[in-house]
């Protein structure tokens, strides 16, 4: 079964808005959570660690004002999308390390933006 | 050049063959490789990991590893239409705290 969860799948904003997307792990904790951007065809490309009681750590070229990520607790890491614009359109996807101390990840099922 | 590579195909194969892929990377400090299946719109899952140099095997998928080329190759044998997926290399480096380097993917199709 899926051990990383992410809410909402899909979603579809008008431009100007924000969106917030969740990732969740399920039965285990994460002190670190990874967030990529995926566009069609395209690998992942990794937006920024999101990391328990600290800030996140943003890859180059990621706006951290404009995609704020909070690492509530240790089972649950939020992306906000600010100010949406069409360019943003993306799948985006969540990642948490295996508990076990291996360098596995667990990957979310992903989330579809649309920004109208 | 980017730090690993990885021939985005697509790579078409009939039902039953056996399917090669490959990817190599520059960043002699990577130890612990990965492959991972994305179908369409969905996450990736893994399928095998490795570290350092080896062989490893998990039912019809062989994972190969040979450091001293940069080379990893994921191996699936007697191919299934089930398999038709983009397929991710991963790779990460033992002080890179679980983050993970991707190689831009190879999309199989094996047709029926």
């Known amino acids: 079964g899926a051990v990383v969860s992410q809410h909402p799948s899909r979603v579809i904003c008008k431009s100007g808005t924000s969106v917030k997307i969740e990732c969740r792990s399920l039965?285990?904790?994460?002190?670190?959570m990874f967030w990529y951007r995926q566009f069609p065809k395209q690998s992942l490309m990794l937006m920024a660690t999101?990391?328990?009681?600290?800030?996140?750590?943003?890859e180059q070229g990621v706006e951290k004002d404009k995609f704020l990520i909070n690492h509530a607790s240790l089972t649950l890491s939020t992306l906000t999308v600010t100010s949406a614009h069409p360019e943003d359109s993306s799948f985006y996807i969540c990642?948490?390390?295996?508990?076990?101390?291996?360098?596995?990840?667990?990957f979310g099922p992903g989330t579809r933006l649309t920004v109208t | 050049q980017k730090e690993v590579e990885q021939d985005p195909g697509p790579l078409s194969v009939p039902e039953g063959a056996i399917v090669s892929l490959n990817c190599t990377y520059s960043?002699?400090?990577?130890?612990?490789f990965m492959w991972y299946r994305q179908y369409s719109r969905k996450g990736p899952e893994l399928l095998m990991y490795?570290?350092?140099?080896g062989n490893k095997e998990d039912g019809r998928f062989t994972a190969q590893v040979d450091k001293s080329s940069k080379y990893i190759s994921l191996f699936i044998r007697d191919s299934q239409p089930s398999d038709s997926a983009t397929y991710l290399c991963?790779?990460?480096?033992?002080?890179?705290?679980?983050?993970?380097?991707f190689g831009g993917g190879t999309r199989l199709m094996v047709k029926p």
């Open positions: 999101s990391n328990e009681g600290s800030k996140a750590t943003y």
């Open positions: 039965d285990f904790q994460a002190t670190t």
């Open positions: 991963a790779m990460s480096a033992w002080n890179a705290g679980n983050m993970l380097t």
């Open positions: 960043n002699s400090a990577f130890q612990y």
């Open positions: 990642s948490a390390p295996r508990p076990s101390g291996s360098y596995e990840q667990y």
């Open positions: 490795t570290y350092s140099s």
